[in-house]
């Protein structure tokens, strides 16, 4: 499972990952609405199913969609 925590609401979902790829499936969000990031956050939805790569790097997991990044999240520990 996984969780992406914004400034205004949360994604969470299945995750599978392998040596060359992930994919996100059965996810949800939170339905907050706040002003300046309903954009960033509906972009977010809309293309995690599309994602077809990852690189982790140097505690930084970009997500992409051909050759185009797509996200960038880093680990915060609670």
């Not at 994919?23 to 339905?31: H, K, N, R």
């Not at 907050?32 to 509906?42: R, Y």
């Not at 970009?62 to 797509?70: A, N, T, V």
Request: include cysteine; charged fraction near 20%; proline fraction near 0%.
């Amino acid at each position: 499972s996984f969780g992406i925590a914004t400034d205004c609401n949360g994604i969470a979902g299945l995750l599978k990952i392998s040596e060359k790829s992930l994919t996100f499936t059965d996810y949800q969000s939170t339905l907050k609405h706040c002003e300046g990031t309903g954009a960033m956050e509906m972009y977010l939805m809309q293309n995690l199913i599309k994602i077809d790569s990852y690189k982790y790097s140097e505690g930084i997991l970009y997500l992409y969609i051909g050759k185009r990044m797509i996200a960038s999240f880093k680990r915060i520990e609670s």
